[in-house]
C-alpha cells in the first residue's frame, strides 16, 4: 500500500499540468475532437465510431488507464451534429467514469466554411476501491469511506469554424462547482487551431497548436502531421497514412502514427515521451490506440481544408 501511495501522489503531481486523471488526454485527439468540444461533434460530416486506448507510464503499479468510445452523426437535412462519449479512467484505487451526449448545429457561409455551436451534458461518476487488507494499518482513518463514490452532472460548451482552417474553443465542466463533491472538476477551457495545405504532389502538412487552462496552470502544444500518397477523389479519405510529432510545454514529446486500411477504417498510435523534470516518471513510456469507423465516409469539396481542394 505504501508503494501505491508513493505512486499516485507523483502521478497526481505529473498530471496536473497534463490534466490526465481529471480530464482525459489523448494526444490522438486531433483526429477525434468531439471527445472534448460538443461543437465538433459529427463535424466529418458523416457517421462515426471512435475508441481511444492510452496506457500511461507504463511499468508502474497503479498507473492510469484511460478507455474511451464515442459515436457522432451528422444530419445534412437538420445541420446538426449529434454524439456521445463513454469514458473510463483508472489510476491507483481511483476509477473516474464520464457519460456525456452532444448536440451541435451547423451554419454554412457562402465561402463553403462551416461554424458549429455545441452543447453536452452528462456526468461524471467518481470511485475509490480500497480494500481494509490493502493497508499497512487497517482501520486507518486517513482515507475517507464514507465518501467512496461520488456523481458530478457536468456541461460542455463549444464552438467550432471548419474552412481553410479549423478553430476551436470550448469550456468544459460548466456548473459541476455547484455541486457539494470532493470531485467537482475545475473548468477547463481547450483551444485548437489547424490548417492544412501541399508540400508534394503526394504529401500534404498540417501544423497544430492548442492551449489549454485549467485554474491557475497553464499548457500550449504545437506540431505537425505529415500526410502521404493522396487520392484523386475527394469523396473519400484521400491519405494512406501519416506521421506526426508534437511537444508539449509540460515536458512531454509524443510521436504519433496511422494508417487507413480502408476508406472507412482508421487505425492510430502514439508514444508519448517526457522530458525535464517528469522525465523521471513520464520516461516509462505512455501508449497510445486509436480507432476510427465511419459508416459512411465523404468529405465535401467546398467545406475541407485547402489540401482536399483542387
Given at each position: 500500500?505504501?508503494?501505491?501511495?508513493?505512486?499516485?501522489?507523483?502521478?497526481?503531481?505529473?498530471?496536473?499540468?497534463?490534466?490526465?486523471?481529471?480530464?482525459?488526454?489523448?494526444?490522438?485527439?486531433?483526429?477525434?475532437?468531439?471527445?472534448?468540444?460538443?461543437?465538433?461533434?459529427?463535424?466529418?460530416?458523416?457517421?462515426?465510431?471512435?475508441?481511444?486506448?492510452?496506457?500511461?507510464?507504463?511499468?508502474?503499479?497503479?498507473?492510469?488507464?484511460?478507455?474511451?468510445?464515442?459515436?457522432?452523426?451528422?444530419?445534412?437535412?437538420?445541420?446538426?451534429?449529434?454524439?456521445?462519449?463513454?469514458a473510463?479512467?483508472?489510476?491507483?484505487?481511483?476509477q473516474?467514469?464520464?457519460?456525456?451526449?452532444?448536440?451541435?448545429?451547423?451554419?454554412?457561409?457562402?465561402?463553403?466554411?462551416?461554424?458549429?455551436?455545441?452543447?453536452s451534458?452528462?456526468?461524471?461518476?467518481?470511485?475509490?476501491?480500497?480494500?481494509s487488507?490493502?493497508?499497512?494499518?487497517?482501520?486507518?482513518?486517513?482515507?475517507?469511506?464514507?465518501?467512496?463514490?461520488?456523481?458530478?452532472?457536468?456541461?460542455?460548451?463549444?464552438?467550432?469554424?471548419?474552412g481553410?482552417?479549423?478553430?476551436?474553443?470550448?469550456?468544459?465542466?460548466?456548473?459541476?462547482?455547484?455541486?457539494?463533491?470532493?470531485?467537482?472538476?475545475?473548468?477547463?477551457?481547450?483551444?485548437?487551431?489547424?490548417?492544412?495545405?501541399?508540400?508534394?504532389?503526394?504529401?500534404?502538412?498540417?501544423?497544430?497548436?492548442?492551449?489549454?487552462?485549467?485554474?491557475?496552470?497553464?499548457?500550449?502544444?504545437?506540431?505537425?502531421?505529415?500526410?502521404?500518397?493522396?487520392?484523386?477523389?475527394?469523396?473519400?479519405?484521400?491519405?494512406?497514412?501519416?506521421?506526426?510529432?508534437?511537444?508539449?510545454?509540460d515536458?512531454?514529446?509524443?510521436?504519433?502514427?496511422?494508417?487507413?486500411?480502408?476508406?472507412?477504417?482508421?487505425?492510430?498510435?502514439?508514444?508519448?515521451?517526457?522530458?525535464?523534470?517528469?522525465?523521471?516518471?513520464?520516461n516509462?513510456?505512455?501508449?497510445?490506440?486509436?480507432?476510427?469507423?465511419?459508416?459512411?465516409?465523404?468529405?465535401?469539396?467546398?467545406?475541407?481544408?485547402?489540401?482536399?481542394?483542387?
Amino acid at each position: 500500500m505504501k508503494r501505491t501511495l508513493i505512486i499516485l501522489i507523483a502521478a497526481g503531481l505529473a498530471s496536473a499540468p497534463a490534466f490526465a486523471q481529471s480530464d482525459f488526454d489523448f494526444s490522438q485527439r486531433y483526429f477525434n475532437e468531439s471527445l472534448y468540444n460538443p461543437a465538433a461533434a459529427g463535424n466529418s460530416l458523416s457517421t462515426g465510431f471512435f475508441l481511444h486506448t492510452r496506457t500511461q507510464w507504463l511499468g508502474l503499479d497503479g498507473a492510469p488507464i484511460t478507455i474511451a468510445a464515442a459515436f457522432d452523426h451528422f444530419s445534412q437535412s437538420l445541420r446538426s451534429g449529434i454524439g456521445a462519449t463513454v469514458a473510463a479512467d483508472y489510476i491507483g484505487v481511483h476509477q473516474t467514469y464520464s457519460f456525456r451526449f452532444a448536440y451541435a448545429y451547423y451554419m454554412q457561409f457562402a465561402s463553403g466554411a462551416m461554424l458549429s455551436l455545441g452543447l453536452s451534458a452528462g456526468v461524471l461518476a467518481r470511485h475509490t476501491n480500497i480494500r481494509s487488507d490493502q493497508l499497512d494499518e487497517p482501520g486507518d482513518r486517513i482515507l475517507d469511506y464514507s465518501r467512496n463514490k461520488e456523481y458530478t452532472p457536468d456541461f460542455d460548451f463549444g464552438l467550432e469554424y471548419k474552412g481553410a482552417v479549423k478553430f476551436g474553443i470550448t469550456v468544459r465542466h460548466l456548473g459541476a462547482q455547484t455541486v457539494a463533491s470532493h470531485y467537482a472538476p475545475s473548468i477547463n477551457v481547450w483551444s485548437y487551431l489547424s490548417s492544412r495545405f501541399n508540400i508534394a504532389r503526394s504529401t500534404s502538412l498540417e501544423p497544430i497548436a492548442s492551449f489549454t487552462y485549467r485554474r491557475e496552470i497553464y499548457r500550449a502544444e504545437a506540431g505537425a502531421l505529415l500526410y502521404f500518397f493522396k487520392t484523386k477523389n475527394l469523396h473519400t479519405y484521400n491519405d494512406r497514412f501519416w506521421l506526426g510529432a508534437m511537444y508539449r510545454s509540460d515536458h512531454n514529446i509524443a510521436l504519433l502514427a496511422g494508417l487507413n486500411l480502408t476508406p472507412r477504417i482508421r487505425i492510430g498510435y502514439s508514444f508519448d515521451y517526457g522530458v525535464g523534470h517528469v522525465a523521471t516518471i513520464a520516461n516509462y513510456g505512455t501508449h497510445e490506440l486509436f480507432f476510427a469507423y465511419q459508416f459512411n465516409p465523404q468529405f465535401y469539396k467546398d467545406i475541407c481544408c485547402p489540401a482536399l481542394r483542387r
